[in-house]
């Protein structure tokens, strides 16, 4: 079955850096474009990061643009999500998801990694 699980978070300093990973198993990871989301207490999800399925193209929320990196190794696969300078306002939690170009939709979800930012 499919399965996305995620790790690398933790409580981390304002400035601080992280690195969070998300292991896929039960399909051809290759094949699907996959993105990360971050939910804060009493918050929306929110779309913070996408890549595609080679890894050639990647967006990003503007808040996060030129602090956050999300790559994926697909020999492993695995998508990361590369936070650094972290701000209070990224303390959330964050979820992969896998994209279906058949439903237009996130079909599989992880259970998700918290991150807090606090001094």
């Known amino acids: 079955q499919v399965q996305l699980v995620e790790s690398g978070g933790g409580l981390v300093q304002p400035g601080g850096s992280l690195r969070l990973s998300c292991v896929a198993s039960?399909?051809?990871?290759?094949?699907?474009?996959m993105s990360w989301y971050r939910q804060a207490p009493k918050k929306e999800r929110e779309l913070v990061a996408a890549i595609s399925t080679a890894g050639g193209s990647s967006n990003y929320r503007d808040s996060v643009k030129g602090r956050f990196t999300i790559s994926r190794d697909n020999t492993l696969n695995t998508v990361y999500l590369q936070v650094d300078s972290l701000k209070s306002e990224d303390t959330a939690v964050y979820y992969c998801?896998?994209?279906?170009?058949?439903?237009?939709?996130?079909?599989?979800w992880g259970q998700g990694t918290q991150v807090t930012v606090s001094s």
């Open positions: 039960g399909f051809d990871f290759s094949f699907y474009d």
């Open positions: 998801a896998r994209f279906s170009v058949a439903s237009g939709t996130n079909d599989y």
